[in-house]
C-alpha cells in the first residue's frame, strides 16, 4: 500500500468516523507498511493504538479493503523516535509521603479533597478488566493537550475509580507542578455551593472553579437529582471545556444510565471519552493481593504465607477490590499477633464471615436452566408431569444439585420444580447420590455441572 492509498483511506474514514474523531484518532497514525495481510502503523502513544483498534479496527480493516487492500490484522507500535508514553511509570519520580503535602504546596485555596498517598499508578495494578481506564488515566495524566474531554471512568464499587483519579492527580503534581489539579467528590462539589450559596458568594464560587486547569469529580451520580447543584455542575462544566481544561469525572454507571441526571448533561458526558471498569478477574484479583503482601513484606519482613493461601482468596473473594484489601489487612494484622505462619486454615478461620459473604448465590432457576441445556432439553420439561427417563433424570441431577449448591430445604426445591412432595426430592437425591457411586458418567456430568454453576 502506498501511503496515497492510505490518504485515500483516511478520507473515507473521515466521513464515515465524524471529523473530530477523525482528528483524535486516525491523524496521528503513521502508516508504515503492509506485509503479509499485516498493515502496521506507528502510533504516538500505546493508548491511541489500543483505541484505535478497538473502536475503529473494523472500519479500517473494511475502507481498506475498498481501496483494494486486502488486510487480515491491523498493528500498532509506538515510534521509536518519540519516547511518550510507555515508559512513563518508569521515568516517574518518586511519591509523596503524605497527603498533608498538598497543604504544604500552598493550594489550601483551591476546592479540592486531599489525595491518598497510596492510589499511585505505581500501586495500581492492570488486567484484563481495567487495561482501558488505566491507559485513558495514563494519557490524562501524561498532562499533554486535551484530546478527550472529559474523561469519564465508570463501574461498580470498590474497582479503582478514586484509586485512578487520585492518581491522575499525583502524576500531574509531578509533572506539571505550575497546573492548578483539583479532585474532589460530586458530594463536595455539592457542599460547596450550598455554601456559596448561603454565605451569597456565588462569584466566589464561580471564579474559584473556573481557574482550575484539571478538573476531577469523583462519584458524579451523587447529584443526580438535585437540581441546582446539577445546573451549577453543569455551567461549571461548559465553562471550563470551553477554555480547553481537562476534566475527569466517575460515576458507578454509564452516562446514559444515571437516573434524574439532565439529558443536555449526559449528554455532554458522553462527548468525551466513556471507559469502563470491569469486574475483576482471578488474574487480575491474584496481582492485587501479591502487590499487596510485596508491600506489606516490606515491613514486616518475618511474614510468611503458605502456598495456595493467596490463590484460594483470589478465587473465593470476588466481589471487590476493598473487600479483598480487607481480608488481607484481617489476615496480617491476625497473624502477626499470633505470630503464625499464614495457613489456609489460618485464613479459612480468620475470614470466615467474609467468605460466607462472598459464596457466590447458586438460584434453583439457574440451575434448572444449565441442566436443561446440557442434557439439551426443553425447560419447561423440569418443571412438568412428563415422566420419561431421559427427562425424569436429568430432571433428579437438578434437583441433587439444587440439594448441593444452595440452602434450600426438601419441600422449597419440590415446590420449584413443579410443586413436587419433598419425598420426591429426597428420593432423587438418593438415587443420584446411588448413580454418582457407580456411573462415572454421571459422576463426570455431575463435577463439570456443579463447576460450571459455581463458576
Ligand atoms: P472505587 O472508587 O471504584 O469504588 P477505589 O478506587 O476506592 O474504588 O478502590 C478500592 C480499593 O481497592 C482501594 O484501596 C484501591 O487502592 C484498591 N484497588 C482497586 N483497584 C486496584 C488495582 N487495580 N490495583 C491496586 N489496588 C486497587
Ligand atoms: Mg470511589
Known sequence: MTDDTWGRVCKDLEKTIGKNNYVT??????????????ARFAVPTNFVGEWVKRNFGDRIVEQLARNGMAVDRLEFAV?????????????????PASVSQSDARGEGDL??????ARFTFETFVTGKPNELAHAAARRVAEGGAVTFNPL?????????????????????????????????????????FV???????????????????????????????????????????????????????????APGEIKDLEDRIKSRLQCGLVVDLHPTDYELRLGILQQ?????????????????????LAHRITTNVRVLEGALTRLFAFASLVGKEITLDLAQDCLADILRASERKVTVEEIQRKVSEHFNMRLAD???????????????IAMWLAKQL??????????????????????????????????????????????????
Open 382 to 396: 423440569m418443571v412438568g408431569p412428563k415422566r420419561h427417563r431421559t427427562i425424569a433424570r436429568p430432571r433428579q
Open 406 to 455: 444452595t440452602q434450600r430445604s426438601l419441600p422449597e426445591i419440590g415446590r420449584r420444580f413443579g410443586g413436587r412432595d419433598h419425598t420426591t426430592v429426597m428420593h432423587a437425591v438418593k438415587r443420584i447420590e446411588e448413580l454418582r457411586a457407580s456411573d462415572s458418567q454421571i459422576a463426570e456430568d455431575l463435577e463439570m455441572l456443579r463447576r460450571m454453576l459455581e463458576g
Open 25 to 38: 484518532w486516525i491523524a496521528p497514525l503513521e502508516f508504515r507498511a503492509l506485509e503479509d495481510g499485516v
Open 152 to 192: 469519564f471512568l465508570y463501574g461498580g464499587v470498590g474497582l479503582g475509580k478514586t484509586h485512578l483519579m487520585h492518581a491522575i492527580a499525583w502524576e500531574l503534581r509531578e509533572r506539571v507542578p505550575e497546573a492548578k489539579v483539583v479532585y474532589l467528590s460530586a458530594e463536595q462539589f455539592m457542599y460547596r
Open 292 to 312: 499487596k503482601v510485596e508491600m506489606y513484606r516490606q515491613q514486616y519482613p518475618g511474614l510468611v504465607i503458605s502456598d495456595g493461601v493467596l490463590e484460594f
Open 195 to 253: 455554601q456559596a450559596l448561603r454565605e451569597r458568594d456565588m462569584m466566589g464560587f464561580k471564579s474559584l472553579f473556573r481557574s482550575v486547569d484539571v478538573l476531577m469529580v469523583d462519584d458524579v451520580q451523587f447529584i443526580a437529582g438535585k437540581d441546582s447543584t446539577q445546573e451549577e455542575f453543569f455551567h461549571t462544566f461548559n465553562a471550563l471545556v470551553d477554555q480547553g481544561k481537562q476534566i475527569v469525572i466517575s460515576a458507578d454507571r
Open 79 to 95: 515510534a521509536a523516535s518519540k519516547p511518550a508514553g510507555t515508559t512513563a511509570s518508569a521515568a516517574a519520580p518518586k511519591r
Open 111 to 116: 476546592p479540592g479533597a486531599p489525595l491518598d
